[in-house]
């Protein structure tokens, strides 16, 4: 591997692990802004309802909740990176395995987004440039802008009422259909699950009850890369190389989908971390309207019944997933571009 590039890596991955342990800092100084006092920190990990004296004293003894607030942080920081988040008084089991429930879920319903939601923007961007200044091309403007401006909740309830409701096309809620037994839970992902037991019938109910949400998440996220995408189309199309290609005799329709494209997807790589970051917080209000039982119904769930528990390692996961994209894109970048190894 290149000097420089094995350089660039490490420095990001520093950066990035340092990035995390502030976010942890920060999580954990809020807990105390909304619980300053030993037993009201000891009554969040408790949960709701009515705990003696006793019982709360025993939590401050196995949370060290008395000691001094840097030796905290440290037990707090080096729980985390034992994947120790807690324990959930809600659902009386580690913080962990809940998260390990709901994860998996919600990364099979986002990870699909993303990548139809990038295909999407690439291709109305590509095709807004291609057609600039046409009706064609505000017609790709209009609908992105729509898209991007429109609450979660919006785009979710319209997809539901409409293709769900009023049309019956696809299932308005659940992961799959309650009438199936669902298969052994062996991945964590039930698309994979259905796939591995070879259930075809449970297969195609899992993907017919992901495309709404899905494609929610999707609209919501696609219009930052057609606007990326176009502007960069625009950019290569005005280069010298771009003419001398045209100057050549090559088709136009050739330089603008070949050469001028593939050279404005490069800071594509970089948005898709953001748009993954779109996709996240999107999936906390989409799964909610779906029922789609993820992280972010989980979320949502534990807000309900004020789980600070939940609430604060999701927090924590959501962060880490959005660092590691961040992460993959920078990486991604360094090889594709080394020009920002040196930055």
Not at 153 to 159: Q, R
Not at 261 to 280: E, M
């Amino acid at each position: 591997m290149n000097t420089n590039l094995m350089i660039y890596i490490v420095r990001r991955a520093i950066y990035a692990f340092v990035t995390l342990i502030f976010i942890i800092v920060i999580v954990y100084f809020l807990i105390h802004i909304i619980a300053p006092s030993p037993y009201a920190l000891a009554g969040i990990y408790a949960g709701s309802g009515h705990h003696t004296r006793a019982e709360l004293n025993s939590i401050i003894s196995k949370y060290h909740l008395n000691a001094p607030l840097y030796e905290q942080v440290l037990l707090y920081i080096g729980n985390i990176l034992h994947g120790n988040l807690g324990y959930d008084p809600v659902y009386k089991i580690p913080e962990i395995d809940l998260i390990g429930r709901f994860l998996p879920r919600t990364l099979e319903l986002v990870i699909p987004a993303i990548l139809f939601s990038t295909l999407l923007g690439i291709i109305t961007g590509a095709f807004g440039a291609s057609h600039r200044r046409k009706i064609q091309d505000q017609g790709v403007k209009g609908t992105y802008l729509v898209t991007w401006a429109s609450p979660p909740f919006f785009v979710a309830i319209v997809l539901q009422l409409f293709i769900a409701y009023d049309l019956g096309l696809l299932p308005a809620t659940g992961i799959a259909s309650s009438a199936l037994t669902p298969p052994p839970d062996v991945t964590g992902f039930p698309l994979l699950n259905g796939i591995v037991a070879g259930n075809l019938g449970y297969t195609l109910s899992v993907i017919h009850h992901m495309i709404l949400p899905a494609l929610a998440i999707a609209l919501l996220s696609f219009g930052v890369i057609t606007r990326l995408t176009r502007s960069s189309m625009l950019d290569a199309m005005e280069s010298d190389y771009f003419k001398l290609e045209l100057m050549k005799g090559v088709e136009r329709n050739k330089a603008i989908y070949g050469t001028a494209l593939r050279n404005a997807s490069i800071p594509i790589v970089t948005l898709l971390a953001l748009t993954f970051g779109y996709a996240v917080a999107g999936a906390v209000v989409v799964e909610d309207i779906f029922d789609y039982h993820g992280m972010g119904w989980f979320i949502v769930q534990a807000i309900y019944s004020t789980d600070y528990i939940a609430i604060l390692g999701t927090t924590i996961i959501i962060a880490i997933s959005i660092i590691l994209a961040n992460l993959i894109a920078d990486i991604l970048y360094g090889v594709i571009d080394p020009r920002v190894r040196v930055r």
